[in-house]
């Protein structure tokens, strides 16, 4: 498979976790320039919205910019016919890898056989995969998954995985059920890996589920013999968790508000004043956080009613920073 950047990677290599709501194109940009992983993923998107008539708006989702490769889009669904459509859609957008999710636990979602579900229907799941892969014509198709959906099933749905020859597997180790509610099971992580190496060598894996820091995750991958490591909720405390280079203790409270700022502003540019400004608030506590006032700065932030509020606020928290 000429186009599997994968195997191009150093390796232990980085991801940065698909995340619904917080890894969205102007959150992934603001990665890009201040600490990028190897690769990124985009927030899951539904392959029957893709093909609906509601696509313009399913399809922002996948929207991306050229600074952002490596990036993969990841997808969900239950026909195989919309996972090959789809896949021919991320191909035209330029994605460089498509990833199938087998791991959301949501109820609305796993009701109708999606995503964790298809734990228990893995016929359904490796029609999936080929019609994917039918579909990327070439481009990396991976899957995302958990061990099990009520108890681990690492025997019988990982192996069948495996058995699929994906160039990655990314293994967030925790069942369905478990939501994120308990610490991840590394301890499953090298009888996965004994399986791998059986079965399918040629297969890299991504451990994900509560990695903090990149020197957490190295010594993890090379703890447990695995090619990378997905990072997901750590980004929320650290948004400069990839970047290698900087003293993490002299980044300043206005370096956190400019960055804010920078986000709002990115996405002015995206959206403009109509879009749903409310979902900025979120993002907040994602900048402002671990400083002594930083409760109250957000909670200035939760008052704003709309974009240019949010903005104005913002501005004035940075000028009044010179004051203290
Ligand atoms: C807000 C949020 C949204 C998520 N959305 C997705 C998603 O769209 N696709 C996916 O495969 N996993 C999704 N996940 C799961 C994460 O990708 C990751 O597997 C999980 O957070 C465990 O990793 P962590 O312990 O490093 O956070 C989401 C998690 C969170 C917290």
Redesign the pocket.
């Known amino acids: 498979m000429d186009n599997n950047f994968w195997l191009r990677l150093k390796q232990p290599f980085s991801a940065l ?6 890894t969205d194109n102007v959150f992934r940009q603001i990665i890009v320039e201040i600490g990028k992983p190897d690769v990124l ?1 985009t ?2 998107t539904n392959c029957d919205g893709l093909l609906s008539t509601g696509r313009d708006k399913v399809i922002q989702r996948l929207k991306f910019k050229p600074q952002e490769h490596l990036i993969v889009a ?1 997808i969900w669904g239950t026909n195989p016919d919309t996972f090959y459509k789809s896949a021919k859609i991320c191909v035209e957008l330029g994605f460089d890898g498509i ?1 199938i ?1 087998m ?2 636990p949501v109820r609305d979602i796993t009701q109708n056989g999606a995503c964790s579900a298809l734990i228990d229907t893995p016929l359904l799941a490796g029609e999936i995969i080929q019609a994917t892969r039918e579909g990327a014509i070439g481009l990396p198709v991976s899957v ?1 998954t958990r061990v099990g959906r009520k108890t681990e099933v690492i025997n019988n749905w990982i192996r069948f995985l495996l058995e699929q020859k994906l160039p990655v597997l990314t293994i ?1 180790l ?1 069942t369905a059920s478990e939501m ?1 509610k308990v610490p ?1 099971h590394w301890e499953y992580m090298s009888r996965i890996v004994d399986l791998r190496n059986k079965i399918a060598p040629d297969t890299l894996l991504l451990g ?4 903090q820091t990149l020197v957490e995750g190295e010594a993890k991958a090379r703890q447990y013999h695995i090619e990378g490591i ?5 980004i929320f405390s650290d948004p400069w968790l990839f970047n290698k280079k900087i003293d993490k203790t002299q980044i300043t409270v206005k370096e956190r508000l400019e960055l804010f700022k920078h986000h709002l502003d990115l996405f002015r540019q995206e959206y403009g004043e109509t879009n749903n400004y409310a979902i900025l608030k979120k993002y907040c506590k994602i900048y402002m956080n671990s400083f002594p006032n930083s409760a109250d700065l957000r909670a200035k932030i939760m008052l704003t009613q709309n974009l240019s509020e949010m903005e104005l606020t913002t501005q004035k928290m940075i000028k009044d920073l010179y004051y203290i």
Not at 208 to 211: K, Q, R, S, T
Not at 230 to 234: K, S
């Open positions: 976790a698909p995340m619904d709501g917080v993923f927030e899951f990841q990833d999710n791991g959301c995302k967030h925790r994120s991840a994900n589920g509560d990695v997905m990072y997901g909720r750590a």
